[in-house]
């Protein structure tokens, strides 16, 4: 690959630094060396979300959250036989000594196959928080600044090569489709799942068992974010679950001193403690697999179908967002969107 110089970092920079040029580059890879030029390992958008998950600060050095054992090749020839039998995108070349020679990608020695994945948009809710704007418009169609919440969704998803989207619609669903259409004056081909009733945010994937084949993404139509969905779905391979949640770091302050027992005795007090979790956020890709899980044309919730795919025992992930990441479910969140979209969105 061109200029892969550019995404070898050093064993002595931080999460932070290695972060910023994962971000930069369109490899989404980078190369972990020593001063000799020695290769220590490699780290992915996955490896540092990873970390995030166990707790590591951005602060701390790379090598908290490298791959020390990652595949490796010894010359180009050995290169084309590990891609045509392993799913790695991007492999560091080394000489005998172990020192990085190059780095080379996928696309170098095969072109990447069309992603056929498709996109789940749920944006068939009443936005009854949002009144008195949703009372003549749907949700998925208020303007953040000069588009629409779904049209910047679906352009976000098309980014990355994810274009053929279904629209589960209920509330006001003329609208949508007439301002839509079948996606092609966007670029994107658009199904329509149209709710009698109100089926929730996984109710209406039962309408879709025998049309999917390969892990799909389920989005709710009112979020703005950033997030790499390349990334994501790279991720729920990765990790070979059957469904993987967003999920993103919330705080809250207690406004009191919360006090400490053994008993009766009064052992401490911390004054307003700040306590950190996260949270749903929204977004998710599962495995068609599951869909037989959803009840038929009923009422039922996201949250409801990961406690059934826990209680069965199926393989899940959690995927941190460190991206831009807003739900706009209120008045005030919906004036955040507007100011917030001409920096971090144009």
Known sequence: MQNWEKIVVNQHQTILETMKIIDQEASQFTVVVDEHNYLL???????VRRGLLKGVSLKEKVDQVMNTNPTIAVNDENATVIFQHSTVEHLPVVNDDYQLIKVI???EVKKAPKKPNKVVLMAGGLGTRLRPLTETMPKPLLK?????????IIESFKMYGFTDIYLCVNYKRELIKDYFQDGRSFGVSITYIDESINLGTAGPLSLL???INEPFFVMNADLLTTINFEQLLRFHKDNQSYGTMCVREYEYQVPYGVIRTN????T?????PLHKEFVNAGI?????????LI???QFYDMPELFRKMMEQNYSLSAFPLREYWLDIGRYDDYQQANNDFYEVFE
């Open 41 to 47: 390992g490699t780290v992915t958008d996955g490896d």
């Open 144 to 152: 953040i600044g000069e588009k629409p919440i779904l049209e910047i």
């Open 284 to 292: 998710y890709v599962l495995d068609p697999e599951l869909l037989h």
């Open 295 to 297: 009840p038929y044309n």
């Open 209 to 211: 068992e025998d049309e």
């Open 263 to 266: 008993g009766d005795q009064l």
């Open 105 to 107: 990608s996928k696309q």
């Open 268 to 272: 401490s007090i911390e004054e307003k």
